[in-house]
Nanobody, 119 residues
Framework: QVQLVESGGGLVQAGGSLRLSCAAS????????MGWFRQAPGKERDFVAR????????VYADSVKGRFAISRDNAKNTVYLQMNSLKPEDTAVYYC????????????WGQGTQVTVSS
């Protein structure tokens, strides 16, 4: 079955960096686009970044452009989110998701990893 397991979250001071990882299993990873989303308390889950199946194209939310970078290693079935210049407003639970092949829907999600940025 499809499994996505995020790791790498934690507590960091504003201006710091974190690297999130999402280990995938149960499907042909290199065939699927992947994305990162985040959900702050009391808010909806928001798009952060996505990457195509071979890693040749990326998209970012305006709020993270220039600070975050999504990448993937298809040999390791893992997608990453490098987060630099973190701000308190980046505090959220971060989720990775698998993007369906034929539409923009994310049908599978990990359990999430907490990122807390202190001011």
């Amino acid at each position: 079955q499809v499994q996505l397991v995020e790791s790498g979250g934690g507590l960091v001071q504003a201006g710091g960096s974190l690297r999130l990882s999402c280990a995938a299993s149960g499907f042909p990873f290199s065939n699927y686009g992947m994305g990162w989303f985040r959900q702050a308390p009391g808010k909806e889950r928001d798009f952060v970044a996505r990457i195509t199946s071979r890693g040749g194209f990326t998209v970012y939310a305006d709020s993270v452009k220039g600070r975050f970078a999504i990448s993937r290693d298809n040999a390791k079935n893992t997608v990453y989110l490098q987060m630099n210049s973190l701000k308190p407003e980046d505090t959220a639970v971060y989720y990775c998701g698998r993007r369906d092949m034929n539409n923009a829907v994310y049908s599978y999600w990990g359990q999430g990893t907490q990122v807390t940025v202190s001011s």
